[in-house]
């Protein structure tokens, strides 16, 4: 078991008049390998959590296992935790700052102490991974594209070999092209390498798309820890949190009620084509 959240809670500015309850009482297992989808509203504690994974937010009360070793025992090496759970922060751009592409990704193995060749050869390995051209290597990362600099941040994690990746919000402020290519290479980096991975997403179609569990965070606390279909079947209940189902499910659900029975349980486009047609046939 990869991390376990011991009944944790969180409270910003405690003590104070300010006091917020970001996190209440949140128990989970991220077993290793599991593509987990992690949604909710804005203020649900999402980012408080994923910020908690990796120790960068100490609990108030409770507490987080990485393989078994407490994270705030006496020995622990939270310099390793945080090369073996990457977190990838929301407008990744954000981090970076070397002269050139390369450069950057480099830095997070020179921290780890290795040698030259061992730097590069990791650099490397991270850029061809989020499938960024050689002919970018050398070019000023805030010369690129949006979706460019994001493959050169989650890269600069991917280069010190996390077991788990956190990415939050990756895909925010870019179009449908370069979100589905952001994606559609974490899905590939995942299959090839076993890697877990935690999406913190606010889309509901990139979710049901990708992941093999779906978190639900409101308030603070777990509404729902399930597959996307179990979550999804809650839709009304999501709906009343601010939150909704894919498009998809509502588009099912329509047809079921108002032309032909199909299974309103599909969460993606290529199910729902493949359910219809399927119908229609019988």
């Known amino acids: 078991m990869a991390i376990i959240v011991n009944h944790v809670s969180y409270i910003y500015e405690e003590g104070t008049s300010m006091a917020v309850h970001a996190l209440k009482d949140i128990n989970l297992q991220i077993p290793d390998g599991q593509f987990i989808g992690l949604i909710g509203h804005t203020g649900s504690g999402k980012s408080t959590l994923v910020q908690h994974l990796n120790g960068l937010i100490k609990p108030t009360h409770g507490e987080l296992y990485y393989n078994g070793e407490d994270y705030y025992s006496q020995g622990f090496d939270m310099k390793r935790l945080r090369s073996k759970v990457g977190l990838v922060f929301q407008y990744p751009e954000h981090q970076l700052f070397e002269t050139d592409v390369f450069s950057d990704v480099c830095f997070g193995p020179k921290n780890l102490g290795l040698s030259k060749s061992e730097i590069e050869l990791c650099a490397y390995a991270a850029l061809k991974q989020v499938g960024l051209e050689d002919e970018y290597f050398y070019q000023s990362p805030f010369d ?130 493949s359910e219809i047609l399927n119908a229609l046939r019988k």
């Open 144 to 273: 690129l594209s949006g979706g460019q600099k994001r493959r050169v941040a989650i890269a600069g994690v991917l280069a010190m070999k996390p077991d788990v990746l956190i990415l939050d919000e990756p895909t925010a402020g870019l179009d449908p092209k370069g979100r589905d290519e952001i994606l559609d290479q974490i899905a590939r980096l995942r299959q090839e390498t076993g890697i877990t991975v935690i999406l913190v997403s606010h889309s509901m179609e990139d979710v049901a798309k990708y992941v093999d569990r779906i978190i639900v965070m409101n308030k603070g606390g777990i509404l729902f820890d399930d597959t996307p279909k179990q979550v999804f079947r809650s839709y009304r209940k999501l709906e009343e949190v601010g939150l909704a189902a894919p498009q998809v499910t509502y588009i099912m659900h329509e047809i079921n009620n108002k032309v032909f029975p199909v299974d309103t349980d599909v969460t993606t486009l290529e199910e729902a084509k």
